[in-house]
């Protein structure tokens, strides 16, 4: 019981992440009835999970490089400021990056345990908060101009590329989704990775390890947080936030799928090992700033610079520096709570 | 409202596919028949005349039945959410084109005005162009449904033939007040205004065309 106590806050933090993530995906998708919300709710849950349960170890170690709780109370801390510091921050209007707020989170405990945090480990990390939105907009301005000199040129029936757009809106949703389980699952229950030891267990024919066990508890959150509360951001999305055709959105969320895929697919980052190529940190990257990478990277592409949305980007780039600073302050003061009030024990 | 989910797998999209196919051939096939309805009046075949008003009628008729299909299966399907309001305001004005070739044979019939001789082969022509007009038209519609590329160069052709039915229209009527051949000047009006008429049939076809060529512009991505 008092396991479940801890975990909550991680657990929340799946739940906002499915409620607003989620919409990312699906938003446009939705927000234009090319697919219904139940259609894309359903999709969602299965693959977030699968994305989980089977690709969630690579960012998740990842992020545990940088600070390795050890203990349950510290991880609900952790996880607790992140959360609220998201929370905080999106009250304002600025796009929130989960992961951003994880990693200061991770810093502010090293600071107060007196852990030293690896200065490397956090370049890299830091790294990826700007290459991968760059990485997602060059992603997405090539499949925009391959997908647009098809559209364009093929003689395909109005009625026949409308279906084939949902087939593929469907088909790249359930992609989108999948790399947001493996990639971000790292968010919600990375931290507890350390601090909460399962047994393997047997689920019908397949066995999945303590990690894993905890993964999957991740992504049913996250899946909840999809179907309670997502389909209101869907429609802001869809309606309001991101005004792209069906065909731009399919390009965006295939763009995006493949960045968080790389920076959390193990197996490929063992081949470019193994090759003798330098290999992508394995790290939960925003997925909400990898789908604004994407968008700028189309818009370059029709419009060329003047379609750069300086303001929003400056408020990304805020982001950077203000999420991380406010959650580990957070952190630290709301461990010395949990260890001097609530006498738990934090590392 | 079953496998509203789901459309990726059903057949609504060939089904108003099948539909918005069927609505364009009713308009061609008004079009030629109006063609030769002009024909046959102008040479005295009455009884052919009126056999193409009835059936010119009847596919004004199922073209009304066709057009109300598609504006529902647009919207109840939820099918092409981008394109759908070019879609429906296009068939909406095709219907135009329908309804003004059975309202021109009509009054045809009704008023049966007499043409002379000396500016029968003109009125052909024009009646010609004016088919050939909502021809180009239609392959143009057509394009915007396959092959967006084409359609300007249909609307290069709408605006065409045209700009002929007017050249003849001025030339006809111009005539008509010249000559002795039409002496009452209540024949004259009566020509002038039927001349006015079938100009106005590439008048619409040209004005379908220009929102047409919109279309195509947007439905680019």
Redesign the interface.
Known sequence: MINLLFLSSGLFMGWSLGANDAANIFGTAVGTKMVSFRTAAGISCIFIILGAVIGGSGASHGLGALGAVDQLAGAFVLSLSAAATVLWMTRFGLPVSTSQSIVGAIIGWNIYTGNPTDIGVLTKIAGTWVYGPILAGIFAAILFVVVRRIVNSATIHLLLLDRYTRFGLIVAGALGAYALGANNIANVMGVFIQAVQLPARQFFTVTLTGEQQLFLFGGIAIAVGVITYSKRVMMTVGNNLFKLSPVSAFVVVLATAMVLLLFSSTELSDFLHASGLPALPLIPVSQSQACVGAVLGIGLVKGGWRTINYRLLSKIGIGWITTPILSALLTYILLFFMQNVFMQPIH | MKG?????FTNR??D??ET?ERYLEQITAASLHYDEAMKDYLEGRDTSFDERIAKVTEIERKGDEDLKDIKYKLYAF??????RGD?YMLMDDLDDILDYIKRLLLELSMERPQFPPCIQEQLLRMSEYSAKAVESLMLGVRA??????AVEEHVYRVAFYEREVDTLEEEIVRHVFSTDDVAQLAQRMQIRNFCFRIASLSDISEDIAKNLLVYAVK???
Request: glycine share 4%; charged share 20%.
């Open positions: 509203k989910g789901m459309q990726v999209s060939k108003l596919m918005i939820m099918l092409i959410p981008d394109t879609v915007l449904f396959n092959q967006t590329k439905r680019m991505v």
